[in-house]
């Protein structure tokens, strides 16, 4: 299934101009496809950009853009993260989804463990679902500030605490991010 399926176009903006619709999909920019809404906003900030979209009728389009370095192409996604939000797997003694009431609206059960809704919408994360890579990207793109719930740093007790046994080794993340000089709340 393609998640970077367009929404609506700004009025007056660049996507308005070069006739990007709703309902296209966006492929590539500069050669790179698009996992997440965070990789978006950090492609388009080149002045070129070389864009291959799908049109709804299937048509494959390549657009040149040429744009200053802050400006925005105007284009707002079905998936406001075009990716899937990342769920938690921990089973933590405290915590205050599972303890919630039975019936209320299904959104309300979900439980978001990721770091770019940590960093669009203040959301904390543990940390425990992310691997090297998953480290790395956040580096590459600044993904600053991350909101991360620690509970404690004693690995023993933390992967107790959270029912996980990946949550023991927080700390040597969180000096990766502290050497690349990312603001951390904790």
């Known amino acids: ?55 709804r009728n299937g048509d494959i389009w390549e657009l040149e853009i040429d744009k200053d370095y802050d400006e925005d192409l105007g284009l707002i996604f079905e998936n406001s993260i ?8 921990n089973k933590c003694i405290f915590c205050f989804i599972d303890q919630l009431p039975k019936g209320l609206r299904k959104s309300l059960y979900f439980k978001d463990d990721d770091t770019r ?15 090297e890579e998953d480290i790395q990207r956040v580096i590459k793109y600044r993904i600053s500030p991350i909101n991360i719930s620690i509970h404690t740093t004693n690995p023993d ?9 990946r949550a023991g080794n927080v700390m040597e993340t969180i000096k990766s991010l502290a050497e690349a000089e990312l603001t951390m709340n904790m």
């Open 82 to 89: 075009i990716d899937d939000a990342r769920g938690c797997q």
């Open 1 to 55: 299934m393609n998640k970077s399926i367009i929404k609506e176009i700004i009025n007056n903006s660049i996507a308005e101009e070069v006739q990007i619709e709703p309902g296209d999909s966006l492929i590539s920019i500069n050669g790179s496809t698009i996992n997440d809404i965070l990789e978006y906003k950090y492609l388009i900030t080149d002045e070129y950009l070389f864009i291959v979209l799908e049109k």
């Open 117 to 131: 809704l940590s960093f669009l919408q203040g959301n904390y994360v543990t940390l425990t679902n992310m691997n």
């Open 157 to 165: 007790l933390r992967k107790r605490m959270l029912n996980n046994k």
